[in-house]
Structures are given as C-alpha cells and as structure tokens.
C-alpha cells in the first residue's frame, strides 16, 4: 500500500516536471513556434484537453469558460466571414491549457519545481550566450538546425532571417548576435518568462522552502535579463520592481538584498551610460528607442511597425467589428512590415465583441476578489507585453492569474493564495 502510494507520489511529480517544462515551451518557443509541424501541436492540444478534463486538481471551469468562449467565436467565426484562423485558436488554447494543467496539478510544488526548470534553462542560455559572444562559429556545427525565424520588409522586398539551435537555446547571427534568446524565439519572447520567474521569486517567495534556491534563480533571473536587452523586458521588471518595493506586506532581507542589487545594477547602467553614451546597454535598450533629439517618439527603430499595426488594428475593428478573419488579416498587414499587437490584432481577427469576452474572462477574478493592486500590476504587464509581441495567452503572463487563484469546488468564489 505504501509503495503504491509513494508510485502515485512520483508519477504526479515527474508529470508535473514534464508540464513545467511544456510551460516554458509554449508557444514562444523556437522549437513550438518555428519547428514542430501543426499535427504534433493539434497532439499536444488533445494531450493538455485529456489531462485537463479527467483531472479533477487541474479541471476548473474558469479554463473551461475560455475553452468555450475561444470553440463558439471560431466557429462563428468561420460561418461569417471564413479563414476565421484554427491554427492560431489551438496556439491560444494550447498556451491556456498548459499554463492551468502545469500550475493546479500541484499549486503547492509549482514554484520550487518551477524555479528548479528555470534555473537549469537560464544557467544553460547563459553558458550559451557567453559562447555567442567569444565564438559564434561554434552554432555554425551540424548539430544546430537552421530554420526559418522571420521574413521582413514590403513585398518584393522580402528579407529572410534564419536561426540556428531549437532544443536548450536559439542563435540568430543577423538579427541578435549579442543577444541571449534563451530557447526563444527572440529576446522579447525570452523576458516574458524571466519576468514571470522573477515575479515567483519575489512575491511567491514563501512557495519556494529553499532560500539558496530562491537567490540563485534570481541571480540567474536577473542575469539572463540583462543579457536578452529587451525593453519590453526592461519596463515589466520596472513595474514589477515597484509593486515588489512599495507594497507594505513584503518586509525581508531577501526585500532589502533586491532593492541593493536593484540600485547596484541601476548604478553600473548609469556609469556605462556615462563612459560610453550611446553605446551604453542604457541608450541602446531603452533611451535611444523612444527618445529622439531630446523628444519622446515612440516610432524609432521596430517601434514604427509596432505602432504602425496599433493604428491599423484599431481603424480595421472600427470599420469591421465583427471582425475579418485571419486570412484576411494576413492580406490586410501583408507588405506593411507591421508586427506585434496581438491583443488588438485578436480583435481584428475575431470581433470586438470576443475582444470583449476575453477582457472580461483576464480581469474578471481580480474585479471578483477586489483584488486591486494585482489587478493593476497584471494590466500593466500584460499591456506592456501584448502590445509587443504577437501571441496573446503567454502561460509566463496568465499564470499571474492562475498562480493566485484557488478553485475550490466548495466555494462559491474564485479564491485567491496568499498574494
């Protein structure tokens, strides 16, 4: 009886290890994103939809409603205006499935297990960037694939880029020779995670026993930020900084042993930024992208195509609001350049009215338990991520959500841990 209890023990533990590490994967990864065929993610969506529905830990009906919400407007979708996007439905149900099945199947493990992954992955992107930067030839050996990551540019003028290594780590030699990707697509990508491991550490500090554990992963955490130099990045740690300082509930030395490294690091940025000027990690990664001759311009650099799909976004759901599908999405932006925005280009795709349920399925939790500055700190960061990049449901961004909630059947309120 023992033994089968202790069997039972270790299968939960080595499935969640294998959800945890699917966690990091979906969908920004290089390997989900730009390698494996569709078949195989329509295999790991019916694996996550089977794990989730005979669970009784992981099934809740807050996923479920998604599951519901996200089936009905596709096939709507479809019957209205055709080319409504399947494909991009099952990344979207995919990353939702993954981050509730990885988080509920043992809330209580998660963030040690979690800070066990994360620091095994970091500690490799890092020995991998260091290996980058001294000897980039070393990506060019045979047992790093090359594969397509992105094509730029208006039509004609089509510019491919490549990358190579999809497993432990992802080398682009044009778009990112001095940036870390981690197993990433690109850098942005990358900081979603690290932002979501350092949000574990910091405000979930009690959930991970292990103080030398805790310290190390945010020593790794913050040193794979560095190394990804992303602003996006940069400003969601900022914004959890600030929330993490300010808030009277976290009174620690691991508190007084962040704000030290935090104004350490914001030393040595401003020493460099004082050396070198332009140069500086400082100019390059934040400064010199929205400042322009003294003036905020937030058009700089890839803030042009950026922005640029910000306003297409909003004057096509404006004059479509039922929305245009996603072939004809594709047609609309196609020879613009234009990138990112995906909780917009969500509303172009699908209609604002499922825009609207998807806002109201995020935030409706925090409204339910009065739950305000997390309310906050979660607009804020998904704003500042979504705004940015080109999928919606990151498990790194709505596992803010799920971390916080308990679905107890027995109360008739989402119930919120310790946060």
């Known amino acids: 009886m023992l033994k089968e209890k202790l069997s039972s023990i270790k299968v939960s533990e080595l499935l969640q290890y294998l959800l945890i590490i699917m966690f990091l994967y979906i969908p920004g990864s290089s390997l989900y994103a730009k390698v494996i065929p569709s078949i195989v993610k329509i295999v790991i969506f019916i694996f996550l939809l089977a794990v989730t529905l005979l669970n009784k830990g992981i099934r809740n009906n807050y996923t479920l409603a998604i599951l519901f919400i996200l089936t009905i407007i596709t096939f709507f979708g479809r019957l209205m205006v055709g080319g409504i996007g399947v494909k991009g439905t099952i990344d979207f149900l995919n990353g939702i499935l993954i981050c509730n099945a990885a988080i509920n199947i043992n809330k209580k493990m998660f963030c040690t297990r979690l800070a066990k992954c994360a620091k095994f992955f970091f500690g490799i992107s ?12 070393f990506f060019q050996m045979s047992i790093f694939h090359e594969y397509l990551t992105a094509k730029w540019g208006v039509a004609g003028y089509e510019k491919y880029e490549y990358s190579r290594g999809f497993i432990l780590y992802t080398y682009n030699a044009n778009l990112h020779p001095y940036r870390n990707c981690g197993i990433y697509t690109e850098p942005g990508v990358y900081q979603i995670m690290i932002n979501f491991i350092l949000y574990i550490v910091l405000f979930k500090s009690d959930y991970i026993g292990d103080k030398s554990l805790r310290n190390q992963t945010l020593i790794v955490a913050l040193l794979c930020l560095l ?7 940069f400003i969601s740690f900022l914004i959890l900084a600030i929330f993490y300082i300010f808030n009277r509930k976290y009174k620690s030395m691991q508190k007084n042993i962040f704000v030290f490294i935090l104004l350490l690091i914001l030393l040595i940025a401003v020493f460099d930024f004082a050396i070198r000027g332009e140069n500086s990690l400082i100019y390059e990664n934040f400064i010199g992208k929205v400042f322009s001759n003294g003036q905020l311009d937030l058009t700089i650099d890839t803030g042009y195509y950026r922005i640029g799909m910000i306003e297409l976004c909003v004057d096509s759901m404006i004059k479509n609001p039922f929305g245009i599908g996603y072939n004809n999405f594709t047609a609309l932006i196609k020879g613009t350049g234009y990138v990112a925005a995906s909780i917009l280009s969500f509303g172009v795709v699908y209609g604002v009215v499922a825009l609207i349920l998807v806002i109201i399925w995020l935030l409706y939790p925090y409204f339910l338990n009065r739950k305000y500055s997390l309310l ?8 500042n991520t979504t705004l940015a990049q080109t999928d919606l449901f990151y498990p790194g961004l709505i596992g803010i959500t799920y971390l916080n909630m308990n679905f107890s059947k027995r109360r008739k309120k989402y119930d919120y841990i310790n946060c």
């Not at 020995?127 to 980039?136: A, N, R, T």
């Not at 190394?227 to 990045?233: E, I, R």
């Not at 906050?376 to 704003?383: A, E, K, S």
């Open 126 to 137: 890092l020995l991998f960037f260091i290996i980058q930067l001294i000897f980039p030839s």
């Open 227 to 233: 190394s990804c130099q992303s602003t996006t990045g």
């Open 376 to 383: 906050l700190l979660f607009i804020f960061l998904f704003l």
